[in-house]
């Protein structure tokens, strides 16, 4: 008898959580700290905010020793703040 392809698969919603489980709690601390943005910027904060979300999430999953992590995982949050910055200036200008 043939298997079927995916027969044996969940069918249902996805987590949507799946992606925050397993990180400690400085990576959750630095990944969703770029969301902040969008309290601050509205739409423009917040498409910068999910996009530095996913970088630092991507980094936390990464096979990097901690300090490189945490340097790693800073500058993305810091270089969101300061591409929101640049935006935001050259909006009001």
């Known amino acids: 008898m ?3 392809p995916g027969a044996g698969q969940q ?3 996805r987590d949507r959580w799946a992606k925050f489980r ?7 601390v630095l990944s969703l700290l770029p969301l902040v ?10 498409v910068i905010g999910a996009a530095a979300l996913f970088a630092n999430l991507a ?4 096979q990097f020793a901690t300090p490189l992590k945490v340097l790693a995982m800073v500058g993305v ?17």
Request: aromatic share 12%; proline share 2%.
């Open 11 to 13: 069918v249902g919603p």
């Open 2 to 4: 043939q298997q079927i």
């Open 37 to 46: 943005l969008a309290g601050l910027g509205g739409a423009l904060g917040g």
């Open 22 to 28: 397993g990180l400690s709690w400085w990576q959750l």
């Open 77 to 93: 949050v810091v270089a969101s703040y300061f591409v929101f910055l640049v935006i935001l200036v050259l909006l009001t200008s």
């Open 59 to 62: 980094i936390a999953r990464k």
